[in-house]
């Protein structure tokens, strides 16, 4: 019987009742440079300018489980180690994921296999929902970026991420900043409807496109937190359906959606990747394509849907179940 290890500090947080995030790892192992910029760390400000030692996966990696706990929350970053499903990670275990040579980017479809040949690697958000949802019933919350989805070309080629079946059937959060810009927003947005996955906003109205606001044609119900809790009380008893609760990125750092559309449909063209290299192969391009800019942009929304993530893990416990 596979099991999934949960770090004891998690197992204790939850006895306690206080609040736990979720963290997905393919981020960490395949979503980010593995390289030193100390400029861009600095110019993201505290606490990222603390980091400018570290490569900016690693970097990341900390100011993640920091926000979380910055925010009253106890952070539990979910991997595959050695074959061992992970919830919660030690610092050491965090740092040889990220330094490791050959990880597998642990989508659903491969959790299994990687248990039993031992393999090592960082999950994508499906595969974290996996890890959370059978290591510990009462962990409701993922953070992440932006959810994997419908890639631009799907009617030539179907290409639909396992994140989108994965939340479908999973009743958890994932908080994110909408699909990935490199994505087809609308295709992801129908196919969220048709998985029937509710698609909240926090302070936003409309979709958010992951580096940029909405742009007004994808309506989403703007929440308080306390109403997103309510909400998902009804979901539960309904439903065993995940709810996406997305939130536009942070205004200093947001990106012209226009200008980042113009950008994304260049280098969806330039780029060949396809499956599981797709959308890091994607996302290194444009960000050399904006001159640096939509990584700056993807490092503080990261860190900003970690903080929301943890206020919502908070209500929900404040706000249990009736």
Not at 23 to 41: F, N, Y
Not at 51 to 73: C, D, Q, Y
Not at 159 to 171: F, M
Not at 295 to 302: E, S, V
């Amino acid at each position: 019987m596979t099991t999934i290890r949960v770090h004891p500090e998690v197992l204790t947080a939850l006895a306690e009742r206080r609040p736990v995030v979720g963290l997905e790892s393919a981020v960490i192992t395949h979503g980010l440079p593995k390289i030193p910029r100390p400029d861009l760390l600095r110019s993201l400000g505290t606490p990222f300018d603390t980091k400018t030692n570290l490569p900016i996966h690693l970097a990341l990696a900390e100011v993640m489980e920091e926000s979380v706990r910055a925010a009253g929350a106890v952070p539990a970053t979910t991997a595959v180690l050695h074959g061992e499903l992970v919830v919660g990670l030690s610092e050491k275990e965090r740092q040889d994921l990220a330094e490791h040579p050959s990880s597998t980017k642990a989508a659903p479809h491969r959790l299994s296999t990687m248990v039993a040949t031992n393999a090592t690697g960082g999950t994508t958000v499906g595969g974290a929902l996996t890890l959370l949802h059978h290591g510990h019933p009462e962990l409701k919350v993922l953070a992440t970026g932006g959810i994997g989805g419908v890639h631009r070309g799907w009617s030539i080629r179907p290409d639909i991420s396992a994140d989108l079946t994965v939340l479908s059937r999973t009743p958890m959060f994932c908080v994110c900043a909408g699909a990935k810009i490199v994505l087809d927003a609308v295709a992801t947005f129908e196919a969220l409807e048709t998985l029937g996955i509710p698609v909240l906003g926090s302070g936003c109205s409309f979709f958010p496109r992951f580096h940029a606001p909405g742009d007004g044609t994808l309506p989403v119900r703007n929440c308080t937190i306390g109403e997103t809790v309510q909400i998902a009380h009804s979901q539960w008893k309904l439903s065993s359906a995940g709810i996406l609760l997305t939130q536009d990125p942070p205004e200093k750092w947001a990106l012209d959606l226009d200008m980042l559309e113009a950008v994304t449909r260049k280098t969806v063209e330039s780029v060949s990747a396809t499956g599981p290299d797709a959308t890091p192969a994607l996302l290194s391009a444009l960000d050399e394509a904006s001159t640096g800019k939509a990584l700056q942009t993807n490092l503080a929304l990261l860190r900003h849907n970690a903080t929301l993530a943890a206020s919502l893990a908070t209500a929900l416990l404040e706000h249990p179940q009736p």
